[in-house]
């Protein structure tokens, strides 16, 4: 059985509590670079599942930290 990139991702983090989400996310953050394609998964996760206005202030905080 072949596994995509988006279900390995989701098997890492099935059935982890918050605090094992977090901890996923923050080793991930500023880690090596094969660590953001799974960054990517997730966030698109929550993408999916947020407010407009969340999404509106992610990507308010997403631009005002983007280098010019």
Known sequence: MEVTLRQAIMMRVDGKDTDELYDV????VHNEERALPGLGVLFEV????????????????????VPH
């Open 25 to 28: 996310i923050e080793d991930s």
């Open 46 to 65: 929550i993408w999916d599942h947020i407010e407009e206005d969340t999404k509106q202030q992610l990507v308010s905080t997403l631009k005002e930290h």
